[in-house]
Nanobody, 122 residues
Framework: QVHLVESGGGLVQPGRSLRLSCAAS????????MGWYRQAPGKQRELVAD???????TYADSVKGRFTISRDNAKNTVYLQMKSLKPEDTAVYYC????????????????WGQGTQVTVSS
């Protein structure tokens, strides 16, 4: 099972930057995609960005050009660099990983972090 620990959230003024980190630990055969989702009050959880083990990235249209996702495969860690933050970026940000467990390499599983609050406000 993969355990995810997020860090880096907080309160920031509009236009400023934040970087989120998410480290994966536990027992697994391989980690495939890693990504960030967010959920604002009263809204559904949405994909912000994800990155495959090979480095292919996907971004929500609302964050393209402002957010950058990256990962360190040696550390099983994914990062989200957020720039030019807007009040509408305020949400709980969740780390997600898709992985193959070591006890059955024929299945793919998901793991979620506990979430970290990002608040953009003056």
């Amino acid at each position: 099972q993969v355990h995810l620990v997020e860090s880096g959230g907080g309160l920031v003024q509009p236009g400023r930057s934040l970087r989120l980190s998410c480290a994966a630990s536990g027992s697994f055969f391989s980690i495939n995609a890693m990504g960030w989702y967010r959920q604002a009050p009263g809204k559904q959880r949405e994909l912000v960005a994800d990155i495959t083990s090979g480095g292919t990235t996907t971004y929500a249209d609302s964050v393209k050009g402002r957010f950058t996702i990256s990962r360190d495969n040696a550390k099983n860690t994914v990062y989200l660099q957020m720039k030019s933050l807007k009040p509408e970026d305020t949400a709980v940000y969740y780390c997600n990983t898709k992985y193959i467990p070591d006890y059955d390499v024929t299945v793919g599983l998901d793991s979620w972090g506990q979430g970290t609050q990002v608040t953009v406000s003056s």
